[in-house]
């Protein structure tokens, strides 16, 4: 789908020079001289490289159309993270290099969105919220403000977090997935 470059957003894919781009940052200048453009900050999908590119405001530009399904997540290998659809009980396998850190959040069936662009798994989308347990985090110093001293915890999947004084080992809190942080203890 053709977008007009005053479109272009922090994070949309395009399709640019034979290749599939991640928008970074994106910055619209009309100089006192000459017409208005943008510049463009992008990186590749499948090669990991950036790229600066400078669009006139009269240009158009090519908007990636994205397929998304819901799967759930089964289980890892040394390679791969394994997904099966709910509703055909299909299963895919994605590479770890997709996954990224996200894959660390991943816990049995935990649903997920994935994006396919041609058919290949591009990216994996979690949820905004997911449920994890304090496996180790230091003891509470008395006298200390709730509201502004945190201390370290160790989560169960390994990832390291602040936590107010008053979680405990053992404690189940709620994660937001997409900052990594403490969000409140449940009981």
């Known amino acids: 789908m053709k977008i007009n470059v005053g479109e272009i957003r922090v994070g949309m894919l395009l399709e640019y020079k034979n290749d599939l ?9 009309k100089p006192g001289k000459g017409g208005a453009f943008a510049q463009v900050e992008m990186k590749s999908i499948g090669k990991n490289t950036k790229l600066n590119e400078r669009f006139r405001s009269s240009e158009t530009v090519e908007k990636a159309s994205l397929e998304e399904f819901i799967y759930n997540y089964l289980y ?5 993270y394994f997904f099966m659809d709910p509703k055909t009980f299909e299963q895919i396998e994605i590479k770890r290099s997709v996954v990224g850190e996200k894959g660390r959040l991943l816990s049995e069936n935990l649903e997920v969105t994935v994006s396919f662009y041609n058919e290949n798994a591009i990216s994996i989308e979690l949820p905004n919220q997911i449920i994890c347990k304090i496996s180790a985090t230091d ?22 977090i602040q936590v107010p004084p008053f979680v405990e080992v053992g404690d189940k809190i709620i994660l937001d997935t997409r900052t990594i942080e403490y969000i409140k203890k449940i009981n």
């Open 76 to 80: 890892e290998d040394e390679s791969n």
């Open 21 to 29: 781009w991640q928008v970074l940052k994106t910055q619209h200048v």
């Open 139 to 160: 003891a509470a110093l008395k006298g200390q403000t709730v509201s502004s001293s945190y201390k370290p915890a160790v989560l169960d999947n390994g990832l390291k």
